[in-house]
């Protein structure tokens, strides 16, 4: 557990960890803390000499360094607890430094809290028994404790803000218990008269995210212009036939041949590609349109905007913009504006609506020259990536995670059933939940090393199928051969994927599916369903002609099984970025077979060149070959095996 100062940091001026390494070496600090020090440059990906740039507040380490992955630095079996190990020793170094340089506020009221925190626990216990609060929870306190400058008593909604704003996301849920528990105290003070005088009179609201935008509900907008919006996107995304029936009512109506017939030669010369997934190109255009009318509402109430031909204005466009871009430039957890591709995205989709939907050259043009104003923070996904090129250096550097990647899914599934074993013997149903995650986990990594697929595809799979909706696995032989197959429709280029899963993959999957994933359902007491990782969502944005049920597991599920495996296993490594590791270990395996990259990508052979064709792919692919043959030869039959066809 990451550990914290009951004080809270003060910072008058900048200091970079190269201060506080010179500092530590200086006054004697632990070696071992020091150690970790040095290894922060790696694990961000960067040269040992400059751990200068990086800044030492206790902030950005906790968001930035501290969730990097640990397997670059470490050859661990548990890469998890040793970086939980290597953060607490470099955060502690970090409290010990700051504390030196008289940048530590004391902590006012520490004994108030300690006093409202033993109320709550002198009155927990069965509730079903008359007891107040369940068994544990004081604890939601303990973050608010250890973070505010404050006594319960002289809590603001500033406080309680600048708290939440310095948290990690997972430590803000914490923070978030911590305020409902003060809320429900204070309802409770003619129940509890303990608390009377140790809290305030005025309950807080729970803070959002500081990194995200205010959400705005498509509802929210104003009834006239949400209709003139539907319109227009209705226009947008008529198909021929849709058009055709237009020209014949306006005909039939009484129009001017020649008018209507102009219009249509005019809409011919914008003739555009096909909308594949009229949903997600739907869902785009509701999202960038509830960008622009943020920016509109947070300067004043637009209430006399009815059409979406006044909502996009050059100052409605720029505010956005600005928004947008400084919003990312001040978070330390989104990505860098420059690199992001965000703001591209919105804008192009703004530019199709009113291209095809409005059907007007002059807002065209208006966007068309806001992406030149902006043109530093227009990226578009064409080129390779940071992401890619960073995958590729890692298993070019580091060959050991090169082995790791290969044989994770093994290691997930080892330790998963010792887990499940452990938990079972001390009748410990969350940790046996937290188990069978994990053996989730392996199964969806199996999957992965088979032929990885996008994250929506892994959500998607069905052990057997529902009304409109086939299953996707069939068991060739049980145990040892599973076939996975992806119709047009389901996957993003319309192509039909077929996936084998082999020998001690293959395993893993039929374990998942045949024994474990019953009780991972009945653990959670939902409904059971077609797919092969259950969960109380619905697939989002499928296309028209996929009919899918409800019942799978949300993309936060999701992201958050994949965390824990991938946590276990010190990779850094998310769904996608699978594809990137499997194209350079492909291309190692067999350099310059870029038709077999992309067929097991499910991609076009150019969009595999382009991306992994350049010097930096080739030289990649060429290093993580030599090193794997050098460290790891096992590995390339391993994966001959896998990728044979």
């Known amino acids: 557990m990451t550990m914290h100062t009951t004080a809270s940091i003060c910072q008058a001026k900048d200091y970079w960890l190269g201060e506080v390494l010179s500092w530590a070496e200086a006054n004697d600090e632990s070696y071992d803390a020091i150690r970790e020090l040095n290894k922060i440059p790696a694990r961000m990906n960067m040269i040992d000499d400059d751990i200068g740039l990086i800044p030492a507040d206790l902030v950005h380490f906790d968001k930035v360094i501290a969730p990097t992955s ?318 890619a090129e960073h995958t590729c250096k890692v298993l070019r550097d580091n060959p050991q995670i090169a082995a790791k990647f290969v044989r994770g899914p093994y290691s997930l599934a080892d330790q998963a059933m010792a887990d499940i074993a452990h938990a079972k013997a001390n009748s410990d149903e969350d940790a046996e939940d937290r188990a069978l995650r994990l053996y989730a986990a392996a199964a969806m990594q199996a999957i992965q090393l088979s032929r990885p697929l996008r994250t929506s595809n892994i959500i998607r799979v069905r052990h057997r199928g529902a009304p409109g909706s086939p299953g996707n696995i069939v068991w060739i032989r049980d145990k040892k051969k599973a076939e996975l197959t992806f119709l047009p429709g389901e996957i993003k280029n319309d192509i039909k994927v077929v996936i084998t899963v082999l020998d001690a993959d293959a395993e893993i999957l039929w374990k998942w599916q045949n024994e474990l994933r019953a009780r991972f359902v009945e653990l959670r007491r939902i409904p059971d369903s077609p797919y092969l990782f259950p969960g109380k969502a619905s697939p989002r944005l499928v296309k028209d002609k996929v009919s899918l049920p409800a019942g799978c597991v949300s993309p936060s599920t999701m992201a958050e099984m994949w965390a824990l495996g991938d946590a276990n296993l010190g990779l850094g490594l998310t769904p996608h970025q699978c594809r990137h590791a499997v194209a350079t270990l492909v291309l190692a395996l067999e350099p310059g077979n870029y038709a077999k990259a992309a067929a097991i990508l499910g991609d076009t052979e150019e969009t595999v060149r382009k991306h992994y064709g350049c010097d930096s792919g080739q030289a990649a692919a060429t290093e993580v070959r030599q090193a794997l043959l050098a460290h790891h030869p096992d590995l390339f039959k391993k994966m001959k095996r896998k990728l044979a066809k």
């Not at 003060?182 to 803070?207: A, D, H, Y």
């Not at 997600?280 to 209430?303: F, I, K, Q």
């Not at 409605?316 to 992001?340: F, M, V, Y």
Request: net charge positive.
């Open 70 to 387: 640990y397997g670059v630095v470490s050859k661990s079996k548990d890469p998890e607890k040793a970086r939980r190990r290597g953060n607490s020793r470099v955060r502690a170094l970090l409290v010990r430094f700051h504390e030196a340089h008289a940048m530590v506020v004391p902590q006012i009221g520490r004994e108030q809290w300690d006093r409202v925190i033993a109320v709550v626990e002198e009155n927990e216990g069965f509730t079903a028994r008359g007891a107040i609060f369940p068994t544990g929870k004081h604890k939601s306190l303990f973050s608010l404790r250890a973070r505010c400058r404050t006594s319960p008593l002289g809590l603001s909604q500033e406080e309680i803000d600048r708290v939440a704003g310095e948290a990690t996301p997972k430590v803000r849920k914490s923070i978030n218990k911590g305020i409902k528990l003060i809320n429900q105290l204070i309802t409770l003070q003619n129940v509890l008269p303990e608390v009377r005088g140790l809290l305030p009179s005025v309950g807080f609201k729970l803070p959002g995210s500081p990194d995200r935008a205010r959400r705005i509900l498509w509802s929210w907008l104003p009834e006239a212009l949400r209709a003139d919006i539907e319109a227009v996107f209705q226009q947008t995304l008529a198909k021929p036939e849709d058009r055709a029936a237009q020209v014949k009512a306006r005909l039939e109506a009484g129009e001017d041949p020649e008018a209507v017939l102009a219009e249509v030669n005019a809409y011919a010369k914008t003739r555009r590609r096909k909308i594949d997934n009229p949903t997600a190109a739907l869902s785009g255009y509701r999202n960038a349109v509830t960008w622009l009318w943020r920016a509109v509402d947070d300067r004043e109430r637009p209430e006399t905007l009815t059409t979406l031909a006044d909502l996009i204005t050059r100052e409605n466009l720029e505010g956005a913009c600005e928004d947008q871009i400084q919003r990312s430039t001040n978070s330390l957890t989104l990505k860098d504006p420059k690199l992001s591709q965000t703001l591209n995205g919105r804008l192009t989709n703004l530019r199709t609506v009113a291209r095809h939907g409005l059907c007007r050259p002059d807002i065209v043009a208006l966007i068309d020259l806001m992406k030149i104003s902006y043109w530093e923070y227009i990226v578009t996904p064409k080129q390779m990536t940071d992401e």
